[in-house]
């Protein structure tokens, strides 16, 4: 039987390219998202990870489609963010509650209905951002909730010890996605002073990032870590 990818978010950017390096490893790969996955050969179970019941219909679709698979290596990747533009002193509970539910709770759940029925060899791969271990201002509950990612991460590999699942929490520099061009306005100067905060002058592609992910998923040794994947990113 045909490994299983599960990644959330794989209808753009860095979910896209790493449905498309799985489905080249021959694993059968299902988008999470409201919107179709582009790549061919990637199912896409229609998905709002911020509405309860829409979550609650594909987890049972997923449980179904795991009674069916039998005991076959899963790669959970937890891939979609929302990205809004606040502050500590402007951001509404309501903001903040729609960001944790795309980029923590809908986490949560996936977990909780997922990992009792994933195998030995399988792994839990999340992906964060730079900003899961610092800050910059404007990005409140984003930064919030990557921060949760990674703490998420390591209690995921402490509550999983011996059970042959490993986890580790990505975390890409300036990446050219279309949710970093629409947090800037698509402001082309923006895009290129952000491109040579690094070592090598440009944007991250998200091809870059897929192929991280798909190491992470076969490398174990890897279990509990954070790992960067920036150009070396200039500190301030």
Known sequence: ????AILTGASSGIGAAAAELFVEQQFAVINLSRRKCPVEGVETITTDLSDSKSLQDTCGALVSRFGAAGQVPVALIHNASLMLKDRCDDTADQALLSALSV?????????RVLLPLMPFGSSVLYVGSTLSEKAVAGAFSYIVSKHAQLGMMRATCQDLMGRGIHTALICPGFTDTSMLREHVGHDGAVLTSLGEMNSYGRLVAPAEIAELILWAHHHPVINGTVMHGNLGQLEH
């Open 103 to 111: 980029n923590v709770l809908g986490i949560n759940t996936l977990n």
């Open 1 to 4: 039987m045909q490994p299983i």
